[in-house]
C-alpha cells in the first residue's frame, strides 16, 4: 500500500494528539454526569466550564454567550430555524431570509425549509470570484426581511466574505446575522462583533467530529427557540446531557488553535503558494475563487480537457475532494463552480486541495507531481490531439479513424485503426471519459491487432461492463466506444468494398 497524502483538511483535520490524550483522560477517570449534584458530577461540570472559556476566548466572547451542539450544521439548524421560530406574529408576515447560492448545504437546507413553511427565502449571487457585495446585499433586504445568514470561509473554494462590511449593512437594517464559521474559527482572526449567532466546529480546527457550538448574541438569547427540547441543558437552548470528554477536547483544541494561528496562517499561505506555483505553468489549469480574500489553507483548481472522475482516480495517493458529480449525493457536479460561472467540464475535472497543522512542503510536492503526471497522462490520450498516426503512415498501413459520443455529454471516443489489406495490424483510442471507458479502450486496443477487420470478435458493450467492474449505469458510455469502433470499421470498409475486397 501507498501512503496516502493527506490534502482534504477543510473536509476534516487530525486530531491533535494532545487533544486525543486530554479526551481519553476524561474518558478513563469516568466522570459523572454534569448535571449531577454529587463530587463526580461537579468535577465534570468544573471541566466543562473552563473548556467553555477556552472555546469562548477563540472567537473573543463570554463563555455565557455558548451553547454546545453536535457540530456547525446543528449549529446552523439552531441559529436559522431557531431564529426563524422565535419571531412574533408582526415580524413573522411575509418573513424575509436570505443567503448566499455558494454557501454550503448545512445553510442552504435549514433556509430551503423555511421557504417551505411560507419564508420568503432570497439566494443572492456572488460574483465571479466568489464575493458577496455589501450593495448587493443591502439591494436585496426587503421590508420584512428577518435573517441573514451566511458562510464566512466557503468549504469548497476558501474564498472569505467581507464580515465586518456586510455586517455593517444587517446592522443599520436591523436585520439578524447569522454567521458559519466552520472554515475560519481557529484558523483566522475572528470577531463577534456584528453578529447575531455564529457556528463553529471542533473537527475542522483540531478536535474531534461530534462537537461544535453556536454563539448566540445575548440580545437574541431571549427569542432564540430550542430545536433539542428535553430536559432542559444549557439553559433549554439544547437539551442533552453534555459530553464532557468531546467538550474537554473541543476546549483544549481551541486553545492550542488560538495559540497557533497566526503562526498557521502563514506557514499555509505559503505551502498554498508553493503549490499553486508548482502547477500554475500548466496549459489550462484556472484558480476557482478570489486571489486575496482567500483562506490560506484551500486551493480550488480547475483543469481544461480532462474527465474529472479519470483525474481523481489517477491520483489514488492523495486524499482530496473534487467536483466531479461521481462525488456529489446529487449526481450534479460541484454547485459553487457553476455559480462562479465554469462550465460542466471545469466543474467536473476540479480538485479542492486544502492543507493543515500536520502539512508540510513534502506533501505538497507530492500532490504536483501527482497532479502533473495525471495532467499529461489524460491530455495525451486527448481527442483534441491530432490522430497519433505517423508511425503508421509510414509503415505503409492504411488508417482507419471513427468516433462516437460528445465532449459535452461526459464522454468522447476516437478510435483508429491501422490495416494491412483486411487485418487490423494495431489500434489505437483517443478518449475523452470515466476511468471504465478509459480502461475498456486500452483493452481493446490490446487485442485488436491480428483481428479480421470485417468482424473483428471483440466482445459485447455488456461484457467490457463486466471486464471492469463497472456499474450498469455505464453501459451507455460503453456503447459509445462500440459507435466509435464500428465507425472505424464501417470507413475502412467502403473503400474495399468499392474494389470488391
Ligand atoms: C464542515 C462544515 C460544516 C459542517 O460541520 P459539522 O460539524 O460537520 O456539522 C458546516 N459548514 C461549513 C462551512 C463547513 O465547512
Not at 248 to 274: I, K, N, T
Not at 391 to 411: F, H, K, M, P, S
Request: hydrophobic share 45%.
Amino acid at each position: 500500500m501507498t501512503t496516502v497524502t493527506y490534502l482534504d483538511h477543510a473536509a476534516t483535520t487530525p486530531v491533535d494528539p494532545q487533544v486525543v490524550a486530554a479526551l481519553g483522560a476524561v474518558l478513563a477517570e469516568g466522570l459523572g454526569n454534569p448535571s449531577a449534584s454529587h463530587a463526580a458530577g461537579r468535577r465534570a461540570a468544573a471541566l466543562i466550564d473552563r473548556a467553555r472559556l477556552q472555546v469562548a476566548a477563540l472567537i473573543g466572547t463570554d463563555p455565557a454567550h455558548l451553547v454546545f451542539t453536535s457540530g456547525a450544521t446543528e449549529a446552523n439548524n439552531l441559529a436559522i430555524a431557531g431564529h426563524a421560530a422565535g419571531l412574533n406574529s408582526t415580524q413573522r408576515r411575509g418573513a424575509q431570509v436570505l443567503g448566499l447560492v455558494t454557501d454550503h448545504k448545512a445553510v442552504l437546507s435549514p433556509l430551503r425549509r423555511l421557504a417551505e413553511a411560507g419564508f420568503v427565502l432570497t439566494l443572492l449571487q456572488p460574483d465571479a470570484q466568489g464575493l458577496l457585495s455589501p450593495q448587493v446585499l443591502a439591494a436585496a433586504l426587503g421590508e420584512g426581511a428577518q435573517l441573514v445568514s451566511l458562510v464566512h470561509v466557503n468549504s469548497e473554494t476558501g474564498v472569505m466574505q467581507d464580515l465586518p462590511a456586510l455586517a455593517a449593512v444587517c446592522r443599520e437594517r436591523g436585520v439578524a446575522l447569522h454567521i458559519d464559521a466552520a472554515q475560519s474559527a481557529g484558523k483566522l482572526p475572528l470577531s463577534v462583533d456584528g453578529i447575531d449567532y455564529l457556528s463553529f466546529t471542533a473537527h475542522k480546527l483540531g478536535g474531534p467530529q461530534g462537537i461544535g457550538a453556536l454563539y448566540v448574541a445575548p440580545q437574541r438569547r431571549v427569542a432564540l427557540q430550542a430545536q433539542i427540547v428535553g430536559g432542559g441543558q444549557q439553559r433549554g437552548l439544547r437539551s442533552g446531557t453534555l459530553p464532557t470528554h468531546q467538550i474537554v477536547a473541543f476546549g483544549l483544541a481551541c486553545q492550542l488553535a488560538a495559540d497557533r494561528q497566526p503562526e498557521l496562517a502563514g506557514r499555509l499561505s505559503g505551502l498554498r503558494q508553493r503549490l499553486w506555483q508548482g502547477l500554475a505553468d500548466l496549459p489550462g489549469v484556472l484558480h476557482n475563487g478570489h486571489p486575496q480574500h482567500c483562506a490560506p489553507g484551500i486551493l480550488n483548481l480547475s483543469f481544461t480537457g480532462v474527465e474529472g472522475e479519470s483525474l481523481v482516480d489517477g491520483l489514488s495517493e492523495l486524499a482530496v475532494s473534487t467536483g466531479s458529480a461521481c462525488n456529489s449525493s446529487s449526481g450534479e457536479p460541484s454547485p459553487v463552480l457553476r455559480a462562479l460561472g465554469r462550465d460542466t467540464q471545469l466543474a467536473q475535472a476540479s480538485l479542492r486541495l486544502s492543507l493543515g497543522q500536520t502539512s508540510t512542503a513534502a506533501d505538497v510536492d507530492v500532490a504536483i507531481a501527482a497532479i502533473r503526471r495525471e495532467l499529461s497522462r489524460l491530455r495525451a490520450l486527448s481527442p483534441d490531439l491530432p490522430p497519433p498516426v505517423a508511425d503508421w503512415q509510414a509503415a505503409g498501413w492504411v488508417v482507419a479513424q471513427g468516433e462516437g459520443g460528445e465532449r459535452r455529454l461526459g464522454t468522447w471516443v476516437r478510435c483508429l485503426l491501422a490495416l494491412d489489406g483486411p487485418v487490423i495490424r494495431a489500434a489505437r483510442f483517443q478518449v475523452y471519459g470515466c476511468p471504465q471507458t478509459l480502461s475498456v479502450c486500452q483493452q481493446l486496443a490490446g487485442r485488436l491487432p491480428g483481428l479480421p477487420l470485417a468482424h473483428a470478435e471483440v466482445g459485447s458493450p455488456q461484457q467490457w461492463l463486466e471486464t471492469v467492474a463497472a456499474p450498469v449505469e455505464k453501459l451507455g458510455r460503453m456503447l459509445i466506444i462500440e459507435d466509435a469502433l464500428r465507425a472505424a470499421q464501417s470507413s475502412a470498409l467502403q473503400p474495399f468494398a468499392a474494389a470488391g475486397v
